[in-house]
């Protein structure tokens, strides 16, 4: 259990990290140049989801979503620098528990 919350942490850095670089880009003003390590950074994301042990892309993918939000409120916290309100960890929360259901669910 421990490496795919480790996969899916690392993911999650990594597509953050990937879309603020072309946030920055087109809304901040920063030089195109910006867009390379974002690339690459999407590619990273794309490879670490990927290598998350499950039988079903599908559902690899809808559990990430919980940990994406997650991930998301807390870069809005520690790189933005805005405080994230009750209803954003209240929504993160939900999310984390949707996330954890598709991903520890019985299966038949």
Do not use: H, N, Q
């Amino acid at each position: 259990m421990g490496m795919i919350y480790g996969l899916y942490a690392l993911a999650a850095l990594a597509e953050i990290a990937g879309c603020f670089a072309f946030w920055a880009w087109l809304r901040l003003a920063k030089p195109i140049w910006w867009l390379a390590p974002g690339l690459v950074s999407l590619a990273l994301f794309a490879w670490l989801l990927a290598l998350v042990p499950s039988e079903a892309a599908g559902r690899t993918f809808a559990a990430y979503g919980g940990v994406y939000i997650v991930a998301s409120i807390l870069w809005l916290w520690l790189a933005e620098g805005r405080l994230p309100d009750r209803w954003d960890i209240s929504g993160a929360a939900i999310c984390l528990a949707g996330a954890a259901i598709i991903l520890f669910g019985p299966r038949g």
